[in-house]
């Protein structure tokens, strides 16, 4: 999956001038927590985020009252970090984490395209995991050995069980994956009996 499937469009953005009063109201308005900002021509050229804007507005050297109201130009983040409409969402995933940020903006050219968040992650993560899709969760330990997550798949099959969603997760234990699954179409203690020999063991089943 790319990121332009799932990235948000059109995006919010704000001019550089803008007060930064003017910006908490369109976060607030909009319910966002960041805000690219674009020039007349609707280049990328900053990001303010609602942390920065936050302490903006409490710091008193910033709010002197013989000095103008501090604008968007002044205090937003001119270092980004962007991807593009064809990233790997799992890269766009990485980089958030890594980074420890909320958004990534999306860019093709200069040019602001989407934008990228924890929440668009989140909802990835829940059609990933089939949070919404009736069926027999399982979690099983296996030997990371080619063949082996096959040999699985072909014995759920030939029980007529349907998987619907697939994980696979690193093990504490060197040289074994974990893997969960969601599976319709088969009795959970059919299931259970029937894979237990080809599982180095099975975690979870519900």
Same mark, same amino acid.
């Given at each position: 999956?790319?990121?332009? =499937?799932?990235?948000?469009?059109?995006?919010?953005?704000?001019?550089?001038?803008?007060?930064?009063?003017?910006?908490? *109201?369109?976060?607030? /308005?909009?319910?966002?927590?960041?805000?690219?900002?674009?020039?007349?021509?609707?280049?990328?050229?900053?990001?303010?985020? $609602?942390?920065?804007?936050?302490?903006?507005?409490?710091?008193?050297?910033?709010?002197?009252?013989?000095?103008?109201?501090?604008?968007?130009?002044?205090?937003?983040?001119? /270092?980004?970090?962007?991807?593009?409409?064809?990233?790997?969402?799992? $890269? =766009? =995933?990485?980089?958030?984490?890594?980074?420890?940020?909320?958004?990534?903006?999306?860019?093709?050219?200069?040019?602001?395209?989407?934008?990228?968040?924890?929440?668009?992650?989140?909802?990835?993560?829940? *059609?990933? =995991?089939?949070?919404?899709?009736?069926?027999?969760?399982?979690?099983?330990?296996? $030997?990371?050995?080619?063949?082996?997550?096959?040999?699985?798949?072909?014995?759920?099959?030939?029980?007529?069980?349907?998987?619907?969603?697939?994980?696979?997760?690193?093990? *504490?234990? /060197?040289?074994?994956?974990?893997?969960?699954?969601?599976?319709?179409?088969?009795?959970?203690?059919?299931?259970?009996? *029937?894979?237990?020999?080809?599982?180095?063991?099975?975690?979870?089943?519900?």
């Amino acid at each position: 999956m790319l990121v332009g =499937a799932r990235m948000t469009y059109p995006v919010i953005t704000i001019g550089p001038r803008a007060t930064l009063d003017s910006a908490k *109201e369109l976060m607030e /308005k909009e319910s966002i927590s960041s805000l690219p900002v674009v020039d007349r021509q609707g280049r990328l050229i900053g990001l303010i985020n $609602e942390d920065t804007l936050t302490r903006s507005l409490c710091d008193p050297q910033l709010l002197k009252s013989d000095q103008p109201m501090p604008l968007v130009e002044d205090i937003m983040d001119k /270092k980004l970090l962007t991807v593009t409409e064809n990233t790997p969402i799992e $890269e =766009a =995933a990485r980089i958030i984490s890594d980074y420890d940020i909320k958004s990534l903006v999306v860019v093709r050219g200069n040019f602001v395209v989407g934008m990228i968040t924890t929440a668009n992650l989140n909802r990835i993560f829940l *059609e990933l =995991a089939g949070a919404r899709v009736q069926g027999i969760r399982l979690t099983a330990l296996l $030997e990371d050995l080619p063949g082996r997550i096959v040999e699985l798949f072909a014995k759920i099959q030939e029980l007529g069980g349907n998987i619907s969603t697939i994980m696979t997760f690193y093990s *504490e234990d /060197k040289g074994y994956r974990i893997l969960t699954l969601k599976i319709s179409g088969i009795e959970k203690y059919l299931l259970k009996q *029937e894979i237990n020999p080809l599982v180095t063991k099975i975690i979870d089943i519900r």
